[in-house]
């Protein structure tokens, strides 16, 4: 399989360290220290909080990079510059440039490179070579061990709110995940955190201490709703007025986080930025796959929550906008993830749950077995393994349709709904 082609196959299991991925950038002159960047991190909202920075600071006219986790298409949304993904051809030719440094990382830890790892160093070589500005760069999983954690010396480091989640990996507790994540924060660089719980955010001073890295956080309490249009909020920060761009109440928590973001870079670097620019950039915001509208008859969505913290922002979401709507869920986890507590968190809000898989990729957990979980719980359960069937008997006299439980599912859905 050529390198190009590799990128392109099902995202895989995760291989976490640090050791292959800083072998291939030292011998391709470490281009990650060589671009201005803002890291982030943490169990639910990082990519919108990216998403809002990124349209923050495209609306201030820079020229942005942004490195998403994980694509939902194909691999070269990982790899933006304004709303464009990176060409095949561009990648094509960053591959052949490194594809012998590559053999040689290989061969010399013993290990093969992922496909996350090599796409985390091609996003680095492309944003260097585009000369942008800045760069949004979105960790994998975790934090201290994951391949964007080769960066050295961000701008600015961003911290959203941390839960259990990829628990064979990060950790059991809060606390032990709260570890990982503040891996990003680096040696007098700033860190920008939401709110969290006390246990993690004790970790999250201490290591800042640690490594003298000013900490600004962001109170939720200041964080004040004044109500909605549709599903889009309207929201006072900072004795501001502000409207989403992404749907749901949680967003304004991840629009304050990243405007937080945005008055570091004005006080530390001095960000030239406009306050419309900042109003712009938060109205216009866009991010697929989360609490998207896919269809309007019947009221079709996508939402890519896939833990518990994120099903409950879902079904928080669902009893605020449509209160007394016959609601259909379509669910497909990893097999990794805590199905049973996934399920509780929406349970009393569907009256049918259609368990599917996604298709492909050996991390799905089964229909079959997602439909066991939800038959114990005594709900309206179905088991379509068939996309097509899936939602054919999802939306089948319901008011609302809510495709959720991975992001992975996104790209074998949207072709039913095309707009």
Known sequence: MSLFSYTKTAQEKPALGLNRVLTLAGKLGNPQDKINTVHIAG???????????YSMLNQAGFKAGRFVSPFLNNA????LIGSTPIADHELKKILAAIGPCINETNAQTGQMLTQFEIMTVCAFIHFKNQ???????ETGMGGADDATNIISKPLVSVLTPISIDHSAYLGNTVEEI???????????????????ASAAMAIIQSVCRKKSAMLYTVDSDAVESLGFNGIFEKFKYDNLIWESGLAGYHQVNNAA?????IGVLQKQYGLAITQQNKFNGIKRTVNPARF??????????????????GMGSLNFNLNRYFKNKKISFLLAFMADKDADQMI?????????????????NPRSLPCGKLYALLKEKSLNAYCEKDIENAINVAKNDADI??????????????GFFEQ
């Not at 070269?76 to 790899?79: A, G, M, P, W």
């Not at 709260?178 to 969290?196: D, F, H, R």
């Not at 349709?401 to 949207?414: A, D, E, F, R, W």
């Open 43 to 53: 169990t639910n909202g990082k990519g919108s909080v990216a998403a809002f920075t």
């Open 76 to 79: 070269n949304e990982s790899i």
């Open 131 to 137: 000369a942008c500005d800045f760069c949004i760069i």
């Open 257 to 261: 986080l990243a405007l937080e973001a």
């Open 344 to 360: 509780d968190t929406i349970s009393e809000t569907g009256f049918r749950f259609v368990a599917t898989e996604v298709p492909d």
């Open 401 to 414: 349709l809510v495709i959720c439980g991975s992001l992975y599912l996104y790209k074998h859905i949207m």
């Open 178 to 196: 709260a570890g990982v994540k503040a891996g990003i924060i680096k040696q007098n660089s700033p860190l920008v955190t939401a709110q969290q």
């Open 292 to 309: 998207e509208i896919l269809c309007q008859d019947p009221l079709v969505f996508f939402d890519g929550a896939h833990n518990a913290h």
